[in-house]
């Protein structure tokens, strides 16, 4: 198998939930180490043993079929890290923001194909694909026949309801004789989801629990909880996440890369090639320090393969940082309400004015800037929703007046606090 797929290779063991057993072979004594942990792991005593498409970009959809073969994509799911790291430790964006709509098409129409092949008649399946950057070839690398994992972030994500709707399928039901709660029965479920906000996910990791773990992702899912947030643009919703992991963030702060500060610039250079080129749970922030540092786009994108339109939204929050410390915070309405609407937080914003929230809060509040919310609707408000799924965003006016889609009333409110996203030792 080592001869006919070669080095580096990707060992699976069949069965297993979260990669467990599998991982990366770089070379032979790897490959022989991981395969027998692999054969142990599973159930059946059986690996796959497949070609390295490290670095490659990473998409997933959410499809569900029915019993006539009518086929809808819920959502498709792009993941920032490139392969090789666990999609379940990956940093994800729903919908996808990389792709041409051929692109699109013709993933779509091969999610489809892959249930019809595979022979899910009903319900709801996840497809995962890998696509070259230099050349386009799509391979498909997993399928998941089932409610998974992804299927409970496309359904948080849209407001399309996977499991119930895959529930009634599986007793004889067609999409098109379902009704779509979201928009209180104006569309039917065979309406395919359409969304005019970023949703981004990121996951939580507790390698502080334990000293002797090595904080290298890999296929092997390593990550204890996630969360996801919500916003108009990636930017925004990349920083709200960030704040939402509760590890005392307040957007994509400064952090230290291992091996900085020699008098040689090419030890340097090799210290953020080795921070920017493993994949870490802090390897998002090591980009943003880079760009801080100079280093161009296109070296950033060659150590550590993140498509280049996501490296460009990182910098202009880099940009804009540099900017805000040179200037401070706008005294005028539009560009405060402009910075809030990239996600910049009160605290970040004092941060980098070496203020406090408060102040930033006050001043905020002066000029008249609040969010507004947005609803979650499965139709980008194309019907009316009765449905009371929010969030909140700081949209910069569009025709002079800022839409705010909270019906306000005086009946009696109920406050539900979160506990977060889980972690080891929560409670």
Not at 210 to 222: C, I, S
Request: aromatic residues 6%; proline residues 5%.
């Amino acid at each position: 198998a080592l001869d006919h797929v070669g080095l580096p290779a990707i060992i699976r063991p069949s069965f297993t939930m979260g990669g467990t057993g599998g991982g990366i072979a770089y070379n032979r004594a790897e490959f022989y180490e991981i395969v027998q942990s692999g054969l142990d792991a599973s159930p059946t005593t059986e690996v796959l043993i497949e070609e390295s498409v490290l670095g490659w970009k990473e998409y997933e959809m959410e499809v569900v079929r029915d019993k006539a073969d009518n086929c809808i994509i819920v959502c498709s799911i792009e993941n920032i890290d490139p392969m090789g790291v666990h999609t379940g430790d990956s940093i994800t964006v729903a919908p996808a923001l990389t792709l041409t709509d051929k692109e699109y098409q013709m993933m779509r129409n091969a999610s489809i194909a892959v249930l019809r092949e595979i022979g899910v008649e009903t319900g709801g399946s996840n497809v995962q694909f890998a696509v070259n950057p230099a050349d386009g070839r799509l391979v498909v690398i997993e399928m998941n026949p089932r409610v998974s994992r992804s299927s409970a972030l496309a359904s948080k994500a849209t407001g399309f309801p996977i499991a119930k709707i895959a529930a009634k399928l599986a007793v004889g039901y067609t999409l098109d004789e379902l009704e779509n709660d979201i928009t209180g029965g104006a569309t039917p479920a065979s309406f395919e989801p359409s969304i005019d906000y970023v949703v981004t996910k990121i996951p939580r990791f507790a390698f502080e629990k334990f000293p002797g773990a090595e904080p290298v992702l890999t296929t092997a899912m390593k990550s204890v909880g996630e969360v996801m947030a919500i916003g108009r643009t990636f930017q925004e919703s990349l920083q709200k996440a960030l704040r939402g992991l509760e590890t005392g963030l307040t957007g994509l702060d400064e952090i230290e890369i291992p091996g900085l500060g020699s008098a040689n610039h090419a030890d340097d250079r090799n210290a953020i090639r080795a921070a920017l080129g493993t994949p870490t749970p802090d390897r998002l922030r090591m980009v943003a320090q880079a760009i801080r540092m100079g280093t161009s786009l296109e070296d950033v994108h060659a150590m550590c393969k993140i498509d280049p339109w996501f490296l460009e939204q990182i910098a202009g929050i880099v940009a804009m940082e540099a900017r805000i410390r040179e200037h401070g915070i706008p005294e005028d309405a539009v560009n405060l309400r402009m910075l809030k609407a990239m996600g910049f937080s009160d605290a970040r914003l004092a941060s980098l004015t070496k203020t406090d929230a408060e102040v930033i809060q006050k001043a905020r509040e002066k000029l008249d800037v609040h969010p507004v919310y947005k609803r979650i609707d499965t139709c980008a408000a194309e019907f009316a929703s009765p449905t009371a799924y929010m969030y909140s965003t700081y949209e910069v006016p569009f025709a002079g007046a800022l839409a705010n889609e909270a019906q306000v009333s005086s009946r009696k409110k109920v406050v539900i606090l979160g506990g977060g996203p889980n972690r080891i030792g929560q409670g």
